[in-house]
């Protein structure tokens, strides 16, 4: 099993130092992983310690440990961001969509206002966005595929339809899509994405991986044994791991 969703910094909780690097990767082995990354926002770039993470996983000869980078995609920052991927060779670049012109819609302060919202427009900007940062062409996996339903706002359309041509451009990209466990701990109480749309991506033969979007150290694998169990009910035995860019197959 692997988590390629970890947070070391959390949104700046803790430093990049070798005790806090040690304390995530003592929780992936009592989780029972072979494969953890930690894939920290872009935001903090300055604050991160990459070759140490690389360092101190020399003392984990078990884990395989993954130098990844959570982007928060913005299409006018197209340049900026290969630029700063470039930069270092990572496992792996998580793309991911945060905010909406310039609206982080996933801040606590920002649920009032999603009632107050058209959900189906606001679905649609989002997948809009998902749908450019897939065609970008700068990243491995698509992060929390809908995470614009955080607050349990729901759309009047079927998601499926208003997230069918991000979900074609990432089937003809070649991307992967996390399944993060993370949402079951936010208000919309269940998994990112929704078992909609995961059925029709396996049936689309769109690959998966695993996330936690851990913050801290205690919640690195949470949950992904029981994602394990619902993929291999939609007779789906494997997950896709990274090393250096390149996917891995890994059977669940």
């Known amino acids: 099993m692997l988590d390629l969703h970890v947070h070391l910094l959390g949104h700046l909780d803790r430093k990049a130092n070798a005790e ?45 440990v993954r130098v990844g980078l959570e982007v928060d995609y913005q299409e006018d920052q197209e340049p900026q961001i290969k630029q700063l991927i470039a930069s270092y060779p990572f496992d792996y670049v998580i793309g991911s969509v945060h905010q909406l012109a310039g609206w982080y ?48 706002m729901r759309p009047q359309a ?40 995961i059925e029709t991506m396996k049936e689309m033969g769109i690959p998966f991986t695993l996330g936690s979007d851990a913050h801290s150290p205690l919640a690195v694998g949470r949950d992904l044994s029981e994602v394990c169990g619902m993929l291999k009910d939609l007779d789906v035995h494997q997950v896709t791991g990274f090393k250096q860019r390149k996917a891995q197959i890994i059977a669940i």
């Open 158 to 197: 079927d998601v499926r339809t208003l997230a069918a041509a991000a979900l074609k451009t990432i089937k003809e990209q070649g991307l992967v899509v996390e399944i993060n466990t993370n949402g079951r701990y936010k208000p919309v109480r269940e998994f990112y994405p929704e078992l909609k749309l």
């Open 105 to 152: 819609f996933d801040m606590p302060e920002e649920e009032e206002k999603h009632r107050y919202y058209d959900s189906d427009k606001y679905y649609r900007e989002y997948f809009n966005a998902i749908e450019k940062a897939a065609s970008s062409g700068l990243f491995d996996i698509i992060g929390h595929l809908d995470l614009i339903k955080i607050f349990n």
């Open 20 to 64: 806090n690097i040690r304390s995530f990767l003592e929780q992936a082995r009592a989780s029972n992983l072979t494969q953890i990354g930690f894939a920290d926002h872009d935001m903090y770039w300055e604050d991160l310690q990459l070759d140490l993470i690389r360092k101190v996983a020399e003392e984990y000869p078990d884990l395989q």
